[in-house]
């Protein structure tokens, strides 16, 4: 599966933005996907993720309340909206593909990542 992701740019701190990422290929349904980030100089960090049905969702702590993955199997698509921004929040955003199913936040689990985009939190 090849992962397109969009939707990143510059916002002001208490602000909004929502990453889009578009799955070409067949079995999209057969995916769990994910968002991580990787801020400069550090590493790729995990920010959420849902299952293949899109019927459970889980969090890092550092996003929980604000932000909010969500999928439709029926468009090949994979959402993450985020609100309440804050400039610690700044970094490149990936979307992630995994097969096994299993809930998992080791970015090296995952099989097919998306180019990135970035989101940048001005204060």
């Known amino acids: 599966v090849q992962l397109q992701a969009s939707g990143g740019g510059l916002v002001q701190a208490g602000g909004s933005l929502r990453l889009s990422c578009a799955a070409s290929?067949?079995?999209?349904?057969?995916?769990?996907l994910a968002w991580f980030r990787q801020a400069p100089g550090k590493e790729r960090d995990f920010v959420a993720r849902?299952?293949?049905?899109?019927?459970?969702?889980y969090y890092a702590d550092s996003v929980k309340g604000r932000f909010t993955i969500s999928r439709d199997n029926a468009k090949n698509t994979v959402a993450l909206q985020m609100n309440s921004l804050k400039p610690e929040d700044t970094a490149v955003y990936y979307c992630?593909?995994?097969?096994?199913?299993?809930?998992?936040?080791?970015?090296?689990?995952?099989?097919?990542w998306g180019q990135g985009t970035q989101v940048t939190v001005s204060s």
């Open positions: 290929g067949r079995a999209f349904s057969s995916y769990a």
């Open positions: 849902i299952n293949r049905s899109g019927t459970s969702t």
């Open positions: 992630a593909a995994d097969r096994s199913g299993v809930l998992i936040t080791t970015p090296s689990a995952y099989d097919y």
